[in-house]
């Protein structure tokens, strides 16, 4: 099975594709009004409004009504085809018996021999890690502990990764980050971070959980240097940039993994990267995770699964198959701003990936959009009524038209 | 082991939307899909939070009017049959040659059909007339604060004179049916639905 799996990563993911309603390739609001008015309008000394208008902002309303580019990035991704797991099952109706009995024997198969096994797998792994790092802050010598340190982290997410039976295809690893630079990646699932740190080692940014996570963090902080904040700090944004400025400062400090997306997004696109960890002065190092939803659904829905759960589901999939690409270092360029950055290390990211590159943000899972973007269409469609009086700023980085004009589908 | 949409809506409901609708029997149950996908409450209804969790719609300057056209009058839930019926007046016209149901008076998609949608979201109150300030209404929806109220009263002066032809300074559904007769509605208000 492995070996099918990894000769099937070589090709690249198609994206999903089965859609409800043809979607029209973007245009801009103008555009469309104009087509819509016909060719009788010429003068442009009175402001023109026609009842057709309408016509625009309802259909692209009951469009995305049909099928928005956000919404469904929050929830797992449908299949073409049904890979024999329950949970994957949405439209699919009972074909025949003989499917039936594969499903049985495929339960069977995982709940009674996989997911015992990797159980056991994962405990052996966290509880190692948890011992020897502590272990490990008894010895007096800093730089053999370090060392140790790095040798340990490694084997135990080595452990880990088999405990998934996760079955990663790393490509240009030539371009693995390096010390003292920071890496960016999309964000599926927590997952990622193993997955990441089966190859090498990284410090980690994040809060300090309670119970077995904080018992695990406070543990790997202690023979290594990663960078935990307490809860009441992460509001702190100089805070947390001065923290991840003075590790980066230092060169002989592994890179910082950061998923700039903030939340975990359900790998068909790449979400709004937030701009802080593009503000610090260093090398930036992308990295482009894409799983295979045939063999189990990497995405952690967190308003649907606590993470035991989803653990739980992780390991009685067939397997999580996922090809990882070390994109080439990049630099913030002159007269290039936080936000440019982000967005030129993020479409490089889905085009690697196969991904759809979305401006909008991930945080909208929980959070409402801001009224600036309806604001912005009005502001649009006063242009068209009343002409354009006032040639205002263009290329504001936060402009977003309906229609998503940085949206670089990728035969969607 | 049926599949997890169709459990929840039966054969016979699927049939009574298609006549009702035009929709075919792979086109329901995939907006089954959607609905069910956007009812966070999972009980079955839409309420207006629901749609308004849709960012694209959200920042439509018209989506509040367009979400309450889903809704009947006074109701704040809708149900799946009530999200196909108002799906249905986007069906493209030219479908309609292969259902040929004559039990059907008119269908929902039809070109009277989808003008009527639209004049319902100018039409504020339903009382099947456009009001001079129901369409001051609007069309500060639409502009937002970019246009001045004076500039935005002539505008609409000037629409409602433009069709106004028995003279009561409002807009009635045949008047604007007339305003629009030579824009291209079938292909404007029509989504082109897969499958």
Known sequence: MEMGAKEKNQQLYKPYSNGIIAKKPPSSLQQELLELRGSASCSRTEPEFEMADIFYFCRRGVESILDDEVTKRFSSQELDSWNLLTRSNYNFHHISLRLTVMWAVGVLLRYGVLLPLRVTLAVTGIGLLVVLTTLLTFLPNRELMLYLSEKIHLMCYRICVRALTAIITYHNRENKPKNGCICVSNHTTPIDIIILANDGCYSMVGQLHGGLMGMVQRAMVKSSPHIWFERSEVKDRHLVAKRLSDHVADKTKQPILIFPEGTCINNTSVMMFKKGSFEIACTVYPVAIKYDPRFGDAFWNSSKFGMVNYLLRMMSSWAIVCSVWYLPPMNREEGEDAVQFANRVKAAIAAQGGLVDLIWDGGLKRAKVKDAFKEEQQKLYSKVLVGEQDEGDQGDSTHLEIENPDDSTKGQ | ?195
Do not use: C, W
């Open chain 2, 1 to 195: 082991m049926g599949s997890r949409a169709s459990t929840l809506l039966r054969e016979e409901e699927i049939e009574e939307i298609k006549k009702e609708t035009g929709f075919s029997h792979s086109q329901i149950t995939r907006l089954y899909s959607r609905f069910t996908s956007l009812d966070k409450g999972e009980n079955g209804t839409l309420s207006r939070e629901d749609f308004q969790r849709i960012p694209e719609l959200a920042i439509n300057p018209l989506g509040d009017r367009i979400i309450n056209a889903f809704f009947p009058e006074g109701e704040d839930q809708v149900n799946f049959r009530g999200f196909m019926r108002t799906l249905a007046h986007f069906r493209p016209i030219e479908d309609n040659e292969k259902n040929k149901n004559a039990a059907v008076s008119e269908p929902l998609n039809s070109r009277t059909n989808k003008l009527l949608f639209a004049f319902r979201l100018y039409d504020l109150d339903r009382d099947d007339k456009i009001s001079r300030d129901e369409l001051l209404q609007v069309l500060r929806m639409m502009v937002g604060v970019n246009i001045s109220d004076e500039q935005l009263g002539s505008i609409a002066d000037r629409t409602i004179q433009e069709a106004d032809t028995n003279g009561d300074n409002s807009i009635s559904f045949n008047e604007f049916i007339k305003v629009l007769e030579k824009v291209d509605v079938e292909q404007k208000m029509s989504i082109r639905f897969l499958h």
